[in-house]
């Protein structure tokens, strides 16, 4: 684009209606702070079940503001649900779970919740996570030195597991089927 130049030029009243915008968003936040009894609606999360707990994490849900824009939901939040009680209990995860995310896939074998992929602000990931659900405070580590190729970085996908065991065969699915031979005794 050689020879063009683009001029931006902001007067009060925009910078006004920005500052504004941003007060409402701050407003809806702290409210969302105050939604303790259930998950806020959300589409692209994973949920796995453990026992008698089902474990939602993730995902993103339509924010209204000048049309509509995806608000990607805390990566800290996890949320359970005690499928005997019917009671949603909120958490607060730990550890070095890089972004918020959407699209990414979840298995749970022994206990660990596995992450893989997703969608974040700066595009697809292909980053694995473990996060041990009997611990007594929840940490996501993120998984490294893994041996062979993992699957290319992507989002929306599935994954299932062949057998529940410390050597297991996780299985991807997008466009393409990718099997990953994952031995878990490394961790």
């Known amino acids: 684009m050689c020879g063009v130049v683009f001029l931006f030029i902001a007067d009060e009243n925009a910078k006004l209606a920005a500052d504004a915008d941003l007060a409402k968003e701050e407003e809806e936040e702290v409210e969302e702070l105050f939604e303790l009894d259930i998950p806020a609606e959300r589409s ?28 990607y939901l805390p990566r800290n939040e996890i949320w359970t649900y005690n499928m005997e009680s019917g009671v949603w209990t909120k958490h607060t995860a730990g550890g070095n779970l890089h972004t918020s995310m959407s699209g990414s896939c979840g298995v749970c ?33 993120e998984m490294k030195n893994l041996k062979g190729l993992p699957p290319s970085c992507k989002d929306k996908l599935g994954c299932w597991v062949h057998k529940n065991r410390s050597e297991v065969a996780v299985f991807f699915f997008n466009f393409y089927f990718f099997l990953f031979l994952l031995n878990l005794n490394v961790y």
């Open 109 to 141: 074998v022994d206990g660990v919740l596995y992450l893989f992929g997703g969608h974040h602000a700066r595009g697809n990931t292909d980053k694995i996570y473990r996060l041990p659900l009997s611990a007594p405070r929840l940490v996501w580590e």
């Open 44 to 71: 692209g999360h994973i949920a796995v079940v453990h026992r008698n707990l089902m474990y939602v994490w993730g995902g993103y849900r339509n924010a209204q503001n000048h049309g509509f824009f995806d608000l």
